[in-house]
């Protein structure tokens, strides 16, 4: 394929230079930039709750909490974990994700632009 027949595609030393292609703004990928870091960072803390919850209260903290029985079924804490409390929290942290996220979007993404 010819240069001509690519369109505004431009050349590969465009793609990998940002000062010699005009369509990139470098404040655009500054800001793009923040904003994947502060997401990724969002789904870190997220995972870590979810796996702290799961692992932790579930398997290693499952002795140490079946002596406390669960405030509705009756059940040990630590079995109730296991079974149900991780799978409440993860819909919680899904709800939690989407309602940062649509925080996230409104802050970078005001004009509608993403």
């Not at 904003?35 to 932790?56: D, M, T």
Request: no cysteine; net charge negative; hydrophobic share 45%.
């Amino acid at each position: 394929m010819a240069s001509s027949d690519r369109g505004d595609m431009g050349t590969e030393s465009n793609r990998e230079n940002p000062q010699q292609n005009p369509q990139k703004n470098p404040k655009e990928s500054s800001g793009h930039r923040s904003y994947w870091r502060k997401n990724l960072q969002l789904i870190a803390i997220l995972l870590f709750i979810w796996a702290f919850v799961s692992f932790g209260m579930g398997l290693a903290f499952a002795d140490a909490l079946h002596g406390i029985l669960a405030p509705l079924p009756g059940t040990p804490l630590g079995f109730w974990f296991a079974q149900q409390g991780s799978i409440f929290t993860f819909v919680i942290l899904i709800w939690v994700y989407a309602w940062r996220m649509n925080k996230l979007d409104d802050e970078y993404f005001a004009d509608g632009d993403e």
